[in-house]
């Protein structure tokens, strides 16, 4: 057998080997679940742009101005799809996971989605006419989109695991009499482990932010900024400057007065924000 057949059937029994793993698996079932909604959100961006846009798109042309109107038709679409794709994979993941595990209801999905978000930040600092404002209760952009996927991905992982554990220990489970629905008894017994699940995830992103002083995001941006540009490739932002300055309103570092209105609504749609610590 001549060595490109060697390699040939190497790679391929290490690439049946690797799809085998049950974590990957589950992310690409939850990404094949995910597609039609990366294909919205992506025909979403290039109509909003190439049609609907004022300046470079056709209804820059004057008998085409109307279009310009329809797009914030486009931009919700964008918004629904693509700037919560993370939150979509992390509920797919964690449902796709719980089934491996032999957990064939819904909430391994909603247990993960609950844990990523025990480990996000969701209190900014934002600067508005100068002043400084506290906006609490929000959760930015960029936890919901692409850019946590990784952070996503680990806590789903991380959290059904530790779930489907509990759960499979029998000392942990409310017996409820033989009357009560089965739906109902199902969720009884999932009571226990949740509360471990949510507490101990909750916990470790207090601890981890407590000891090294960044959050979880943070650390894993770092750790896949530093391989990307191993790799020649050059991550978009700065997590670690977003959290030294203050955040302004606006796109990025520049100042958009027509922000300036609702810090709050500002502060769901900016890209970088600085988010105060624990």
């Given at each position: 057998?001549?060595?490109?057949?060697?390699?040939i059937d190497a790679?391929?029994?290490?690439?049946?080997?690797?799809?085998?793993?049950?974590?990957?698996?589950?992310?690409?079932?939850?990404?094949?679940?995910?597609?039609?909604?990366?294909?919205?959100?992506?025909?979403?961006?290039?109509?909003?742009?190439?049609?609907?846009?004022?300046?470079?798109?056709?209804?820059?042309?004057?008998?085409?101005?109307?279009?310009?109107?329809?797009?914030p038709i486009t931009?919700?679409?964008?918004?629904?799809?693509?700037?919560?794709?993370?939150?979509?994979?992390?509920?797919?993941?964690?449902?796709?996971?719980?089934?491996?595990?032999?957990?064939?209801?819904?909430?391994?999905?909603?247990?993960?989605?609950?844990?990523?978000?025990?480990?996000?930040?969701?209190?900014?600092?934002?600067?508005?006419?100068?002043?400084?404002?506290?906006?609490?209760?929000?959760?930015?952009?960029?936890?919901?989109?692409?850019?946590?996927?990784?952070?996503?991905?680990?806590?789903?992982?991380?959290?059904?695991?530790?779930?489907?554990?509990?759960?499979?220990?029998?000392?942990?489970?409310?017996?409820?009499?033989?009357?009560?629905?089965?739906?109902?008894?199902?969720?009884?017994?999932?009571?226990?482990?949740?509360?471990?699940?949510?507490?101990?995830?909750?916990?470790?992103?207090?601890?981890?932010?407590?000891?090294?002083?960044?959050?979880?995001?943070?650390?894993?941006?770092?750790?896949?900024?530093?391989?990307?540009?191993?790799?020649?490739?050059?991550?978009?932002?700065?997590?670690?400057?977003?959290?030294?300055?203050?955040?302004?309103?606006?796109?990025?570092?520049?100042?958009?007065?027509?922000?300036?209105?609702?810090?709050?609504?500002?502060?769901?749609?900016?890209?970088?924000?600085?988010?105060?610590?624990?």
């Open positions: 057998m001549a060595l490109q057949d060697k390699l790679l391929g029994r290490f690439a049946t080997t690797f799809n085998s793993y049950r974590y990957i698996m589950a992310i690409k079932s939850a990404f094949i679940t995910l597609m039609p909604v990366i294909i919205v959100g992506a025909f979403s961006v290039l109509i909003s742009n190439m049609v609907l846009d004022p300046k470079n798109g056709l209804a820059s042309f004057s008998s085409l101005s109307f279009l310009a109107a329809l797009k931009s919700a679409l964008n918004y629904a799809t693509l700037n919560f794709l993370n939150i979509g994979a992390v509920f797919l993941i964690g449902i796709e996971l719980g089934r491996i595990n032999g957990i064939k209801s819904l909430f391994p999905g909603l247990l993960a989605v609950i844990c990523f978000i025990c480990v996000t930040p969701t209190t900014v600092e934002m600067m508005v006419d100068g002043q400084m404002h506290v906006v609490k209760d929000v959760l930015l952009r960029q936890f919901s989109d692409t850019r946590s996927l990784f952070l996503g991905m680990f806590i789903a992982i991380l959290s059904v695991e530790i779930y489907c554990w509990l759960e499979g220990r029998k000392g942990l489970k409310i017996k409820m009499p033989d009357t009560v629905p089965p739906n109902v008894s199902a969720s009884f017994s999932a009571l226990i482990p949740a509360i471990i699940t949510t507490t101990a995830i909750a916990t470790f992103g207090f601890l981890f932010h407590q000891l090294t002083g960044m959050y979880l995001y943070d650390a894993v941006y770092q750790v896949v900024a530093a391989a990307a540009g191993a790799g020649g490739a050059e991550p978009a932002g700065d997590p670690a400057a977003d959290v030294r300055r203050p955040a302004v309103l606006g796109d990025r570092h520049s100042r958009q007065p027509d922000d300036q209105a609702d810090p709050r609504a500002a502060a769901a749609g900016s890209d970088h924000r600085q988010y105060e610590r624990f």
